[in-house]
């Protein structure tokens, strides 16, 4: 797996998840910043997607890392950043696709979807996951 610097937020329908995914970025020496929420209460997930997206998008994190209850609104609030490609994934054939095609720089994922190993499975798969470019550069530069 290449070096990679990983922004990783949640709202608290993520947030026993994402302490998950933290520890197992900490097992593999892979260095995060946490963006919260850091206590279990009420948050609004819009004001960490945005966090987390403009930094990825100014590329100071490779890749970013949200996690709510489903995952489809830290997508669609982290999409809203120009140069992020968010995708919410359950799957790991999808996580590993959303890479290699799609150069997604931001996983979403909802830990009320999926249960903790199918996650913890999925940022594997994502994190090892590089870019085929070719084609699908061509492809994503039409979307751009």
């Not at 279990?40 to 209850?69: H, M, W």
């Not at 982290?78 to 590993?96: E, F, M, Q």
């Not at 095609?101 to 996650?119: D, Y």
């Amino acid at each position: 797996m290449e070096k990679l610097k990983i922004a990783i937020g949640c709202d608290h329908g993520g947030f026993n998840l994402k302490n998950k995914v933290i520890d197992y970025l900490k097992a593999r020496g892979i260095e995060y910043k946490d963006y919260g929420i850091y206590i279990f209460e009420s948050s609004d997930y819009p004001e960490v997607a945005k966090q987390v997206a403009a930094d990825v998008a100014a590329q100071k994190f490779d890749r970013g890392i949200l996690i709510c209850g489903t995952g489809l609104g830290m997508a669609i609030a982290a999409n809203k950043t120009k140069g992020i490609r968010a995708v919410t994934i359950s799957d790991t054939y999808s996580a590993r696709v959303s890479r290699a095609h799609n150069n997604a720089n931001i996983l979403c994922i909802g830990e009320r979807v999926i249960g903790e190993h199918l996650a913890l499975d999925i940022v594997d798969m994502w994190l090892k996951t590089g870019f085929e470019g070719g084609r699908h550069k061509r492809r994503l530069d039409m979307i751009e």
